[in-house]
């Protein structure tokens, strides 16, 4: 028997979703020059994340699930190095920053405790 997950009740995919709303918040106070750059990028990541929880809850098994859970693990290391990089160059200050960074971090840990889950009970 398959068991699939309602993502919208999975707290990693609300944490996540929490996480991209704050992404588009903060950015939307970056310089309209790095409309295309930086707040795209960092936006698009951002949305990835959920994005993938929620693809991965459609797969038939533990392993194509794992599959997108890396992806969206992966995604959040990518907005992390967005996150750095926006602070370095002023486009975050360090109370943005260190909330943002916090955010990613435990969004970070979830995904990764899901992983651990889903393969320590495959279907």
């Known amino acids: 028997m398959k068991v699939k997950h309602n993502f919208?009740?999975?707290k990693v995919w609300q944490k996540s979703v929490d996480l991209a709303v704050k992404v588009y918040h903060i950015t939307k106070e970056f310089p309209s020059?790095?409309?295309f750059g930086m707040t795209s990028q960092?936006?698009?990541a951002?949305?990835?994340?959920p994005s993938n929880i929620a693809e991965?809850?459609?797969k038939s098994t533990s392993k194509s699930f794992v599959n997108s859970l890396d992806i969206s693990l992966g995604e959040s290391y990518e907005m992390e190095t967005q996150a750095i990089i926006a602070n370095l160059v002023g486009l975050l200050d360090k109370e943005q920053f260190t909330s943002l960074e916090s955010d990613i971090s435990e969004v970070q840990r979830m995904i990764n405790g899901f992983i651990s889950t889903v393969e320590s009970n495959p279907y």
């Open 33 to 35: 020059e790095e409309k």
């Open 8 to 10: 919208k009740n999975l």
């Open 46 to 49: 951002s949305v990835s994340i």
């Open 56 to 58: 991965g809850t459609a």
């Open 42 to 44: 960092m936006r698009r």
